[in-house]
Structures are given as C-alpha cells and as structure tokens.
C-alpha cells in the first residue's frame, strides 16, 4: 500500500512512485505514436476524416466511462471489504488474548494463555501467507513449538488448524473445570470469528471478479483508444495526440488500477499491508504477555508499506 505524504499542485504531475503510468506507459506509448501518424498523414493528405465526428466519439466514450466506473467500484469494494475484514481480526485478537489472560489467569502453572496468544499471532502470519500464496510453515515458525510445527505440516489448510488447536485446548480447560460453560463459549465465538474472517478472505481471493465482463472493458478501451485518433484529428489537428493521450491515459490507468484493487491480497503497490497488519496483532499480544522488548511497528520502504 502506498503511504506517502500528499505532493504539491506541482509535484502531481511528477510523481511516479505510486502512481499508475509505469504500468500503462507502454500502452500510452503505442497510443500516442499512432496520433502522430494519424496527424502526419491527415496533413500529408493521405485521408480526408471529413466523414468523421467527434460526437460518436463523445458519446462511446461517455458509456464506457460509466462501465469502467462500475467495475472500479466493484473492485474497490472487494479491497475495502478485505481491509474491514483485517480490521475485525485484529479485534478479534485483541479480545481473544484479554478475555483469555482474565479468564485463565488463576492457572498458573498452565502455559495456555501464552501458548493460545502466540498461537494466534501465528495465525494472522500465516493467514497472510495463505492469501498470498507464500510458505505458510515458514511464517508459523517462530510462533509454535517444533512438534506442533510437525503436526501443522500435515495440514493443507494451517491457519484452521491453528484455530482447531486453540479450541482443543480451551475445551481441554473446560474439561478440567478451569472454564464454565458460558465462558468457554465467549472465548470459542472469538476463535469462530477467527474462522469466519478467513474464510471471508478466502471468498475474496478465490472469487474473481467474472472474467467475461473485465476481457470485454479490456478490448473495448483498446478499440476505443486506438480509433479515437481518426475521429478527432479533423478537429483537433496538431493537438489531437496530446488530447487522445490524455484519455488514453485515463481509461488505462481505470482499467490497470481496477485489476490491482481486484486481487487485494498480493505484493503489488496499491495491496493490503497484510504484513503491516499481522505486525500490529503482534505487538499488541506481545505487549499483553509483558515481553520486552517490543518489535517495531512495520514501516514503508520507498512510499510502500507491505
């Protein structure tokens, strides 16, 4: 994600870090060059766009602006429903790690609340490994105990095996009279909270937005980029490639942004910080044990916060 101060009126223009063109600056190009040929020919005469309007041009472009819109909310929603949903984690393990240090507090001799609370900062590392599709095991290491770790290796889906380890050891505390019914009942909502918020994260990720409706806004920005030139270089002439790159930029820049907002998950600039996210569920777990000293809170790397 990227997290930078917002530039002057004059440094808009400027910005390339966390902008969109170095993306789209090899169509922008291709769009551009071929206004100057139009332009080149249009003066050497070689065509006459005298049969040509600008107003189709005008209203083509008008209800493709609405579609692309359309899209761009649809993928927008899906990388702000994902941020709501590593926000309700991050309370889920807040409340999960206070309700258990109160509750479990009089079992001293028991390591449970700890072994609960690093199992579930280990279960947001390896939640973002999950939808990241990074080394889960490699991420749930410094959080589990090697023969644990052994067992997660035989899961496919770890961080639920996480979870079905915190119940088996809440319901083990229940069996010894440790937990009431209704409390082991309060602690076992926040790990099926726990649950839910990945499988919501999982829905995002595995359902992609339909590939028949992004291919068709892809071709027809293309068409609509690469005819634009022969409509408007009868009126515009000598500023018609400035015009068309400016749309051109404009459309591809809608179409390139909404394909990273679709897959809110990954690595490119504008994703969660899903690490970012699962370093504050540390810190503040950690900080709830009393370890000391603290890890610091994650902090982007060139305008980039992953």
């Known amino acids: 994600m990227i997290v930078r101060p917002r530039p002057s009126a004059l440094g808009l223009f400027f910005v390339l870090r966390g902008s969109i063109i170095p993306r789209i600056f090899s169509r922008i190009l291709v769009i551009t060059l071929l206004s100057c040929v139009v332009v080149w020919m249009y003066h050497r005469q070689w065509f006459s766009p005298t049969h040509l309007s600008a107003v189709p041009f005008s209203l083509f472009g008008l209800a ?4 692309m819109g359309f899209r761009n909310n649809v993928c927008y929603d899906r990388w702000w429903e994902a941020r709501k949903q590593w926000g309700d984690l991050i309370v889920q393990a807040r409340s999960l790690a206070r309700e258990s240090a109160v509750l479990l507090a009089a079992s001293t001799a028991n390591p449970v609340q700890e072994r609960l609370v690093r199992r579930c900062i280990g279960f947001g590392y390896a939640l973002a ?3 990241r599709d990074q080394d889960v095991l490699a991420a749930v290491r410094p959080w ?3 023969e644990e770790l052994d067992t997660l290796a ?3 889906n770890v961080p639920d095996a996480l979870l079905l380890a915190i119940n088996r050891d809440l319901a083990a505390c229940l069996r010894r009279g440790e937990l009431t019914d209704i409390l082991y009942q ?3 909502q926040r790990v099926a909270q726990c649950a839910a918020i990945q499988a919501a994260c999982e829905r995002i990720k595995y359902t992609p937005t339909p590939f028949a409706y992004s291919l068709l806004l892809h071709r027809t920005a293309w068409l609509f980029c690469l005819l634009l030139p022969f409509g408007l270089v009868g009126t515009l002439e000598y ?3 400035v015009a068309v790159t400016i749309i051109a930029y404009t459309f591809f820049g809608l179409d390139a942004l909404g394909d990273e907002l679709e897959d809110p998950f990954g690595l ?3 994703d969660l910080p899903l690490s970012a996210l699962a370093r504050v569920i540390e810190i503040d777990l950690l900080d ?5 000293p603290l890890p610091e809170p994650a902090q982007p790397v060139d305008c980039v916060l992953h």
């Open 154 to 156: 035989g899961n496919r």
């Open 144 to 146: 589990v105990q090697p």
């Open 268 to 270: 490119e600039e504008n």
């Open 64 to 67: 493709l602006s609405v579609f």
């Open 239 to 241: 500023l018609m490639p």
């Open 129 to 131: 490994a999950r939808l």
């Open 288 to 292: 709830g044990l009393g370890v000391r």
């Open 186 to 188: 309060a602690l076992t």
